[in-house]
T-cell receptor, first 112, second 118 residues
Framework: QQQVKQSPQSLIVQKGGISIINCAYE??????FPWYQQFPGKGPALLIA?????SEKKEGRFTISFNKSAKQFSLHIMDSQPGDSATYFC???????????FGTGTQLKVEL | GAVVSQHPSRVICKSGTSVKIECRSL??????MFWYRQFPKKSLMLMAT?????????EQGVEKDKFLINHASLTLSTLTVTSAHPEDSSFYIC??????????????FGPGTRLTVL
């Protein structure tokens, strides 16, 4: 019930391409869905987050698409750059600032 | 704003000793802090939720007597790994919730502490 499933486990994209990472959840009480970027040896950094009352949110090259009925959400990275090479985690939490449940992570490599 | 620091960034200790890791919110007050553990190429696993002035809430399977958490002020939480063993070697990450910025869900993560137990 508390799991967040993330795919793919790893992803290689050419510079300038679109990176797409998908997540699915079961718990309908989740109402906050953030994406984090983590570089090796560093803590995660919040990229972008969405609440279930909107279907899409865009910030710069990063877009979250949210499908409430399917209980799925995805991260799109437009014009992917080598500097985007990192591990990306989706997460979800319930109201009131409760604990985050993380996906399993996607290791993204953007090649020149 | 919303910066979280951890100290030390790396620590190597001998088996059987105790190690304390500090987590500080530098520019905001954090009523709630979270402690995570991360193995190589794996996701973050929540160990415990630390509330200022009260006892920490541990996740199932986490030994509270082994991983002592203290949240004595609104800007500092500590994790003490007692009688450390090689299997405790991991990357420990804290996060803090800033209730005044980004709503109640926003968590800001520290840079992590790499613990190696010999």
């Amino acid at each position: 019930q508390q799991q967040v499933k993330q795919s793919p486990q790893s992803l290689i994209v050419q510079k300038g391409g679109i990176s797409i990472i998908n997540c699915a959840y079961e718990n309908t009480a989740f109402d906050y869905f953030p994406w984090y970027q983590q570089f090796p040896g560093k803590g995660p950094a919040l990229l972008i987050a969405i609440r279930p009352d909107v279907s899409e949110k865009k910030e710069g090259r990063f877009t979250i698409s949210f499908n409430k009925s399917a209980k799925q959400f995805s991260l799109h990275i437009m014009d992917s750059q080598p500097g985007d090479s990192a591990t990306y985690f989706c997460a979800a939490s319930t109201g009131g600032g409760n604990k985050l449940t993380f996906g399993t992570g996607t290791q993204l490599k953007v090649e020149l | 704003g919303a910066v979280v620091s951890q100290h030390p960034s790396r620590v190597i200790c001998k088996s059987g000793t105790s190690v304390k890791i500090e987590c500080r919110s530098l520019d905001f007050q954090a009523t709630t802090m979270f402690w995570y553990r991360q193995f190589p190429k794996k996701s973050l696993m929540l160990m415990a939720t630390s509330n200022e002035g009260s006892k920490a809430t541990y996740e199932q399977g986490v030994e509270k007597d082994k991983f002592l958490i203290n949240h004595a002020s609104l800007t500092l939480s500590t994790l003490t790994v007692t009688s450390a063993h090689p299997e405790d070697s991991s990357f420990y990450i804290c996060s803090a919730r800033d209730v005044t910025a980004g709503g109640p869900h926003e968590q800001f993560f520290g840079p992590g502490t790499r613990l190696t137990v010999l």
